[in-house]
């Protein structure tokens, strides 16, 4: 669905790129994330793979057509939601979507069920500007999918929202991918990137330097060891053991027939330690 070969981008009031010889696919219905700290080159990568910044270096491809030659009709099959929501807050909930839905040509969502799927139903006929920060969020996220796009950008998508909110965002989002579209997702959350994301790029300084599945990130960088934790004259210890011998460990045979154990846990890296260690920088 995408392909990036050699992308650079550099502002026009800047004297160093703000994306640097970058390389990437993104598969067809796969959610691909871009991870990486504030000003890394996330969103400027986006900017550019959305048309909205020109005069980039390199090639880029979108579903084997040349960005840059791309026109108006480019608009019909993509989604975007930015972090900052940008609606019209003199207008309801239900006439911002009804607002943008009359701009597209080919069909569409209908408003009221995107509403009730992320919980604002109720709040339809109420003024975006009284609207909290993650009420206009969710307004924000499925205003993007109202033109059924087959391409969806989405920047922090579960930012300013509570875990029950996020939760179903996180939801929708598989939901589409498993209808068969394509999500480009950048995020500094380890977490999101972690339940959502197929692949996922490390960006620091505006060059991708490591790109996989967060599974074989975690696998790759974590120890092949287990912890086990359990219970002896009421104090708490704990003792690690190979992953490779488990099965031939006597005393961890022991431990699982003393019926002392609490919790058993495979010590793979998390995503946020994996980033650290291959960037060398932490997602403040």
Do not use: W
């Not at 993509?78 to 929501?85: D, K, L």
């Not at 997702?185 to 790109?211: E, K, P, S, W, Y």
């Not at 846990?265 to 920088?281: D, K, N, Y």
Request: hydrophobic share 35%.
């Amino acid at each position: 669905m995408i392909r990036v070969n050699q992308l650079s981008y550099t502002y026009p009031t800047g004297n160093t790129p703000a994306i640097h010889e970058m390389d990437f696919q993104v598969q067809a219905g796969e959610i691909f994330g871009f991870l990486g700290p504030s000003g890394a080159g996330k969103s400027t990568t986006q900017m550019v793979l959305i048309g909205l910044l020109k005069g980039y270096g390199g090639q880029v491809e979108i579903d084997d057509r040349e960005l840059s030659s791309i026109h108006s009709d480019y608009y019909e099959s993509i989604g975007v939601a930015f972090e900052f929501p940008n609606l019209y807050l003199k207008l309801s909930a239900l006439e911002n979507l009804r607002f943008f839905k009359d701009l597209y040509r080919g069909e569409t969502e209908n408003p009221e069920e995107l509403l009730e799927i992320v919980g604002l139903a109720a709040d339809a006929n109420k003024k975006v500007g009284e609207f909290s920060k993650g009420m206009k969020m969710r307004l924000n996220f499925v205003r993007a999918f109202l033109n059924k796009p087959s391409l969806v950008f989405l920047d922090e998508p579960t930012s300013g929202l509570d875990p029950t909110n996020a939760k179903t965002v996180k939801e929708f989002i598989l939901m589409k991918k498993r209808e068969g579209a394509t999500i480009f997702l950048t995020t500094h959350n380890m977490h999101d990137a972690d339940d959502l994301c197929d692949r996922v790029g490390f960006i620091v300084d505006g060059q991708l330097r490591i790109i996989d599945s967060p599974r074989n990130l975690k696998l790759d960088h974590g120890k092949k060891r287990v912890r086990v934790e359990y219970r002896t004259n009421g104090s708490l210890d704990r003792t690690e053991f190979d992953l490779a011998s488990l099965g031939r460990e006597p005393s961890f045979q022991e431990l699982l027939q003393s019926g002392k154990i609490e919790t058993i846990h495979s010590l793979e890296a998390t995503l946020e330690e994996v980033f650290i260690e291959v960037t060398g920088r932490r997602l403040a």
